[in-house]
């Protein structure tokens, strides 16, 4: 993966947000906070780093969350767009017959880039041919023709060249390749700094070649500095696009990719590594998605939703039972929550607090067998609303239609009324303790006890 350090801590951020139970204020600062040493510490600019993060603040606290999601995912959407928006507009080079010119400094990547580039084409299915046009060293004719050795690609130059021949070269080799490749892409030298006979070099290979793409190369682990580079060839050749390269080796890539968006350079393709393979084209919403790892949050927050749903039902149960109110509803949403839980008499452990009462609740209760709870759990699914609102009514032919109804004797739906009664028993005798609501309330995070359950 790419960007290593940035991607790991803006990943453990989110995964903060997917597992907080509540989004407020701290929560989002301290978000913000994380998010802007992370940038930094990519080297993204401070000034775009801030914007970025007081974007993400405002959005956060002003913004209503979409339609069915949930304050995290809206959260998490807001993070994940601001950063793809701070890299721009991306752009893809087409996959049809053309002319790419690489051009940029000295020791950026240009030539394992020319490679890179012929097997990325050749593999969908565009033959591709290699020019030499760095003149300047006479390394360069020999690395670029074991690269198209490797790659099994045309190549076209001159060993002997002088330092004035890089045009006369490009228009023989693109006459040449032109016949019998798809794609011809050239490799020109590089230079320390961009002086003028570097631009005048440039523009007369332009000259001869009329390149469709004229691509920058550029070595990501400058950092911030890949911006002003970006600017200054926009400014002297006009590039349509730039490559990032050596984005594995560096922490600084995020200030490198983040620089080189805000001059409007549409970034390409990136460099991953030594390797002709690694090579990987460059869609911001994509390679935010990656950095970020959104399918791991997505499954976070599934998970927190879950807890949170399990939570909230847990809360509304307990709080109507505190308000005497226990149904045969109640019985069996507190069965439901339970169901993966293992042995039935845990039921009372999800009367939040109450936990350590069990001692005082009757024997017979906790003596329920999971199969007798899930009969239970079959006799009310044969309830109507009503009947499980008003379990005392359960009598005669309507209990004898419930048996029916569910395949069991009418002694099963006795045992489950008694259940019931049982239950509601035991919970009268806890709210006649008013210490023990107390607790219960604290621990629901409910407040202070509501007037009708005072003293
Ligand atoms: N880790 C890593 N190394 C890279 C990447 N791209 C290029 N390199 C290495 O960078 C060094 C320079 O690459 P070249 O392709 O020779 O660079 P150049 O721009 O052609 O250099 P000059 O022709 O001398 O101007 C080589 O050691 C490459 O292996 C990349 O994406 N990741
Ligand atoms: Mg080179």
């Known amino acids: 993966m790419v960007l290593d350090s940035l991607s790991e801590n803006l990943r453990d951020t989110l995964a903060k947000v997917a597992n907080a139970n509540r989004v407020d204020e701290d929560l989002i600062e301290e978000i913000v906070r994380e998010i802007q040493r992370a940038l930094l510490q990519a080297d993204v600019n401070v000034k775009l780093a801030l914007q970025m993060t007081r974007s993400i603040k405002e959005r956060a606290l002003e913004e209503e969350p979409a339609a069915g999601a949930s304050p995290r995912e809206h959260v998490i959407r807001i993070v994940h767009d601001e950063l793809v928006q701070v890299l721009g507009e991306s752009r893809e080079i087409e996959l049809k017959p053309q002319t790419i010119m690489l051009v940029g400094l000295y020791g950026q990547g240009k030539t394992t880039t020319a490679g890179k580039l012929a097997q990325y084409f050749q593999q969908r299915g565009l033959q591709v041919g290699l020019v030499a046009a760095d003149v300047h060293r006479p390394a360069a004719y020999d690395q670029l023709q074991q690269i198209s050795d490797q790659v099994d690609a045309p190549f076209y130059g001159d060993k002997e060249a002088g330092d004035d ?43 001869v070649a009329d390149p469709d793409e004229k691509i920058l190369v550029i070595d990501a682990t400058v950092g911030q500095q890949a911006g002003p580079q970006a600017e200054a060839f926009n400014d002297a050749v006009d590039v349509s696009g730039v490559i990032l390269t050596k984005i594995d080796g560096s922490a600084k890539g995020g200030g490198a990719l983040s620089a080189v968006s805000e001059t409007g350079a549409p970034i390409v393709f990136v460099g991953t590594g030594e390797d002709l393979a690694d090579i990987e084209t460059f869609d911001a919403e994509r390679f935010i998605s990656r950095l970020l790892g959104m399918g791991d949050i997505q499954t976070l927050l599934e998970k927190a939703q879950h807890a949170v749903e399990d939570e909230d039902k847990a809360e509304e149960t307990a709080e109507k039972i505190l308000e005497g109110d226990f149904t045969l509803h109640e019985l069996k949403d507190q069965m439901e929550m339970l169901s993966n839980m293992g042995p039935m008499n845990k039921i009372v452990d999800m009367i939040p607090g109450i936990g350590g009462m069990k001692q005082n609740l009757p024997k017979d209760q906790m003596a329920q067998s999971e ?17 499980m609102s008003n379990p005392d009514e359960i009598k005669g032919s309507r209990l004898r239609r419930i048996a029916t109804g569910s395949g069991c004797e009418p002694e099963d739906v006795k045992e489950l009324l008694k259940y019931y009664e049982m239950s509601q028993r035991a919970i009268e005798g806890l709210s006649g303790d008013r210490g023990m609501q107390k607790r219960l309330m604290q621990q629901l995070d409910m407040g202070d006890l509501p007037d009708e359950l005072g003293p």
């Open 165 to 207: 021949d890089a045009a006369k070269i490009v228009d023989e080799g693109l006459a040449e390749l032109r016949d019998r490749t798809d794609i011809q892409i050239v490799d020109t030298s590089g230079r320390h700094s961009l002086e003028d006979d570097l631009i005048q070099e440039m523009e007369d290979v332009f000259e």
């Open 371 to 387: 199969e007798q709870m899930e009969q239970f759990q079959i006799i009310m699914d044969s309830m109507t609303d009503w009947e």
